[in-house]
C-alpha cells in the first residue's frame, strides 16, 4: 500500500537546472532512489540514499551534477539535477526499499526530463 507521488519534470535546455520531488507515503523505509529510463534504453540507477545512515551514491554519469537528498520534516525525497545533458533526457522514477525487502519494490508513476541542445 506505499505509494510514491512524483512531481518536477519539464522539459529545459542544456546546461540548466531542474529538480524532482518524490512523496513517499511511508517514513518506514531502508533506501530511497531514483531510476531512469531513456528512450530505447534499458532503466539505470541514478542515485540512492540510505534513510538511517543519511549516506548516498551516485551513478558514474551523474556524480558531481545531481544530488539527491531527503526532507525529513516534509518527508519528500528530491534529486537536485544541474548541468543537464541532452543525454539526461529520460523518464525518472523515484523508488523505495523497504525494511525486510532486497530490493526496490515501490515506485513511481514517472516523469518525463527532456534536455535540449
Known amino acids: 500500500q506505499v505509494q510514491l507521488v512524483q512531481s518536477g519534470g519539464g522539459s529545459v535546455q542544456a546546461g540548466d537546472s531542474l529538480t524532482l520531488s518524490c512523496a513517499p507515503s511511508?517514513?518506514?523505509?531502508?533506501?530511497g532512489g531514483w531510476f531512469r529510463q531513456a528512450p530505447g534504453k534499458e532503466r539505470e540507477f541514478v542515485a540512492a540514499?540510505?534513510?538511517?545512515?543519511?549516506?548516498?551514491t551516485y551513478s558514474e554519469s551523474v556524480k558531481g551534477r545531481f544530488i539527491i537528498s531527503r526532507d525529513i520534516y516534509k518527508n519528500t525525497l528530491s534529486l537536485q539535477m544541474k548541468k543537464l545533458k541532452p543525454e539526461d533526457t529520460a523518464i525518472y522514477y523515484c523508488?523505495?526499499?523497504?525494511?525486510?525487502?532486497?530490493?526496490?519494490?515501490?515506485w513511481s508513476q514517472g516523469t518525463l526530463v527532456v534536455v535540449s541542445s
Open positions: 523508488a523505495a526499499q523497504l525494511p525486510a525487502t532486497s530490493d526496490f519494490g515501490t
Open positions: 511511508t517514513r518506514n523505509f531502508d533506501i
Open positions: 540514499l540510505r534513510r538511517v545512515e543519511n549516506t548516498t
